[in-house]
């Protein structure tokens, strides 16, 4: 009975090394490794970090690209860590492929030519997309140094139903949501 289970887990590992080996095809280069820091989910689990994992069982896969996370944080953490990278400070790491800070950190670097620059990377068109402020933030030197792909804008949403009746029972003249609200309500 136990040389049948031998057997059995012999044949078992023959066939599962000939699937998954690619029945002796190896890959003709070493995988491209992309280290990246970022700030999102250093109390939680990061969503970003799931895709990043999807990524790389996917496309990267395909594509024979990994990325890995190298440090998830807060952002004063991230400013300090990437400047002591790029100052070169006894013990500090070696400067991530990518990081995801505010534009200072950037700024404080000795040397930001060691950025690329997006513009090599992405055509007008695809720049277009982005609102044109966030990406003149990013430009230092001429260079599009830092992708706005971490910027907000403020909102307000107004429930138009109730500042009606608001309006009407205050009695505003020439108040209304219809208006384009550039400035503040004066009521």
Same mark, same amino acid.
């Given at each position: 009975?136990?040389?049948?289970?031998?057997?059995?887990?012999?044949?078992?590992?023959?066939?599962?090394?000939?699937?998954?080996?690619?029945?002796?095809?190896?890959?003709?280069?070493?995988?491209?490794?992309?280290? &990246?820091?970022?700030? !999102?989910?250093?109390? #939680?689990?990061?969503? =970003?970090?799931?895709? @990043?994992?999807? %990524?790389? *069982?996917?496309?990267?896969?395909?594509?024979?690209?990994?990325?890995?996370?190298?440090?998830?944080?807060?952002?004063?953490?991230?400013?300090?860590?990437?400047?002591?990278?790029?100052?070169?400070?006894?013990?500090?790491?070696?400067?991530?492929?990518?990081?995801?800070?505010?534009?200072?950190?950037?700024?404080?670097?000795?040397?930001?030519?060691? &950025?690329?620059?997006? !513009?090599?990377?992405? #055509?007008?068109?695809? =720049?277009?997309?982005? @609102?044109?402020? %966030?990406? *003149?933030?990013?430009?230092?030197?001429?260079?599009?140094?830092?992708?706005?792909?971490?910027?907000?804008?403020?909102?307000?949403?107004?429930?138009?139903?109730?500042?009606?009746?608001?309006?009407?029972?205050?009695?505003?003249?020439?108040?209304?949501?219809?208006?384009?609200?550039?400035?503040?309500?004066?009521?």
């Amino acid at each position: 009975m136990r040389s049948v289970m031998k057997r059995i887990c012999l044949s078992l590992a023959v066939i599962a090394v000939l699937i998954f080996t690619g029945c002796g095809q190896k890959k003709t280069k070493d995988p491209i490794t992309v280290t &990246l820091w970022h700030v !999102y989910g250093g109390q #939680t689990e990061s969503p =970003l970090n799931d895709l @990043i994992d999807q %990524f790389n *069982e996917t496309i990267g896969k395909e594509e024979n690209i990994w990325v890995q996370v190298g440090s998830v944080t807060n952002t004063n953490t991230i400013h300090e860590n990437v400047l002591a990278s790029a100052f070169g400070d006894p013990g500090a790491s070696e400067l991530p492929d990518m990081f995801v800070s505010y534009p200072k950190t950037v700024l404080a670097m000795p040397d930001d030519t060691v &950025l690329v620059d997006y !513009y090599d990377y992405f #055509t007008k068109e695809e =720049l277009d997309g982005f @609102i044109p402020a %966030f990406l *003149e933030e990013g430009v230092i030197h001429d260079r599009l140094s830092i992708l706005p792909v971490a910027k907000s804008t403020e909102v307000m949403f107004v429930n138009k139903t109730a500042f009606d009746r608001f309006a009407k029972a205050k009695r505003c003249q020439g108040y209304s949501v219809d208006n384009n609200c550039s400035g503040n309500f004066l009521i």
